[in-house]
């Protein structure tokens, strides 16, 4: 009888210990993604960020059977939202749009995070900034720019202090002209900023504003570039009044830093179809986003390190308001 209870004994424990053998193995191939993916979107509704993660999503959501639930987290210049990214698991349930608004932040201010804490997945949009004033204003040429703001001080709507917008504005007062930055962290407040005689210019991409340009309520006065926009030929660009001030704006996704590269993987190849798909062309078209938008893993954390430097380039050039 002794035998035979320690052979059941035996037994139990080789069944228990197959049991784990087999659910630890099962848990290592589990398939990913097995659940929604939270896409973070550091903006407010209705904002260029917003709607990148909007049509990416939806497109990821058709090709890996999974949702992705867009969640806003504005505040901060885009900290809110980074700081919701960064204090997730780094499990691949988390995403997050990065723009170059917070981007920026690296070359202005000490944020408390850094490139070595997150993982760039795609760059998935790129387009030309631009300084617009509302059409039924005094302010219709970049001339009338120049001409009002050595006179009397002109208020700029901006996503936020040490953003892009905050860095061109700077670039300007230290040449003599008399801005200052607004901040406005909800788009759609930001947009109409002009519109209600909150601000006297946005600085904004075309696209993000596009349904106001073409009902004629708002107008680019100078978009910075090196050559005139195709769509806008009479609007001068920021090279060509002697002005080395480009800046564009780009959406990147990433991941947290310690991310299973095999998951990271999976989300950039998933990327990559969404930047091939057609729907997704006809929107970065309707952006009026540069041909080089898309550029996947392996480019993306060059072209950022080479866009960070130009950032600090200027921003040592330029005196900021105190």
Same mark, same amino acid.
């Given at each position: 009888?002794?035998?035979?209870? +320690?052979? #059941?004994?035996? %037994?139990?424990?080789?069944?228990?210990?197959?049991?784990?053998?087999?659910?630890?193995? %099962?848990?290592?191939?589990?398939?990913?993604?097995?659940?929604?993916?939270?896409?973070?979107?550091?903006?407010?509704?209705?904002?260029?960020?917003?709607?990148?993660?909007?049509?990416?999503? !939806?497109?990821?959501?058709?090709?890996?059977?999974?949702?992705?639930?867009v969640v806003n987290s504005p505040g901060a210049t885009g900290n809110t939202g980074m700081a919701k990214l960064l204090a997730a698991? %780094?499990?691949?349930?988390?995403?997050?749009?990065?723009?170059?608004?917070?981007?920026?932040?690296?070359?202005?201010?000490?944020?408390?995070?850094?490139?070595?804490?997150?993982?760039?997945? %795609?760059?998935?949009?790129?387009?030309?900034?631009?300084?617009?004033?509302?059409?039924?204003?005094?302010? !219709?040429?970049?001339?009338?720019?120049?001409?009002?703001?050595?006179?009397?001080?002109? #208020?700029?709507?901006?996503?936020?202090?040490?953003?892009?917008?905050?860095?061109?504005?700077?670039?300007?007062?230290?040449?003599?002209? #008399?801005?200052?930055? +607004?901040?406005?962290?909800?788009?759609?407040?930001?947009?109409?900023?002009?519109?209600?005689?909150?601000?006297?210019?946005?600085? @904004?991409?075309?696209?993000?504003?596009?349904?106001? +340009?073409?009902?004629?309520?708002?107008?680019?006065?100078?978009?910075?570039?090196?050559?005139?926009?195709?769509?806008?030929?009479? +609007?001068?660009?920021?090279?060509?009044?002697?002005?080395?001030?480009?800046?564009?704006?780009?959406?990147?996704?990433?991941?947290?830093?310690?991310?299973?590269?095999?998951?990271?993987?999976?989300?950039?190849?998933?990327?990559?179809?969404?930047?091939?798909?057609? @729907?997704? !062309?006809?929107?970065?078209? @309707?952006?009026?986003?540069?041909?080089?938008?898309?550029?996947?893993?392996?480019?993306?954390?060059?072209?950022?390190?080479?866009?960070?430097?130009?950032?600090?380039?200027?921003?040592?050039?330029?005196?900021?308001?105190?």
């Open positions: 009888m002794h035998s035979a209870y +320690v052979f #059941k004994r035996l %037994a139990q424990a080789l069944a228990a210990l197959l049991f784990v053998s087999v659910s630890w193995i %099962a848990s290592a191939q589990e398939k990913y993604p097995s659940r929604p993916i939270e896409f973070i979107v550091p903006w407010g509704p209705g904002g260029g960020a917003d709607q990148v993660a909007r049509k990416a999503g !939806k497109l990821l959501e058709e090709d890996l059977k999974v949702s992705f639930p698991p %780094a499990d691949g349930y988390s995403l997050s749009v990065m723009t170059w608004d917070t981007y920026a932040l690296l070359a202005t201010s000490k944020p408390h995070w850094g490139l070595n804490d997150i993982i760039p997945v %795609a760059l998935m949009i790129k387009q030309p900034s631009a300084f617009l004033t509302a059409t039924n204003g005094e302010l !219709k040429t970049w001339a009338d720019v120049e001409r009002v703001a050595k006179t009397r001080t002109l #208020k700029v709507a901006v996503t936020g202090f040490g953003s892009p917008d905050d860095i061109t504005v700077n670039y300007f007062v230290a040449r003599g002209l #008399k801005l200052i930055s +607004v901040p406005f962290a909800k788009p759609g407040e930001r947009y109409t900023a002009v519109l209600g005689g909150h601000a006297d210019l946005l600085y @904004e991409q075309i696209g993000d504003v596009r349904s106001f +340009v073409d009902s004629k309520q708002i107008q680019p006065v100078i978009i910075f570039g090196e050559k005139r926009f195709s769509v806008f030929p009479d +609007v001068p660009v920021s090279k060509e009044l002697g002005y080395d001030l480009t800046l564009p704006q780009r959406r990147a996704v990433i991941m947290k830093a310690g991310t299973d590269p095999q998951k990271v993987k999976k989300i950039a190849d998933a990327l990559a179809k969404v930047a091939e798909n057609p @729907e997704y !062309k006809a929107y970065l078209k @309707e952006q009026y986003a540069s041909d080089d938008s898309y550029f996947g893993a392996a480019d993306a954390l060059k072209i950022m390190q080479d866009e960070l430097a130009q950032m600090k380039r200027i921003a040592a050039q330029t005196a900021t308001p105190k």
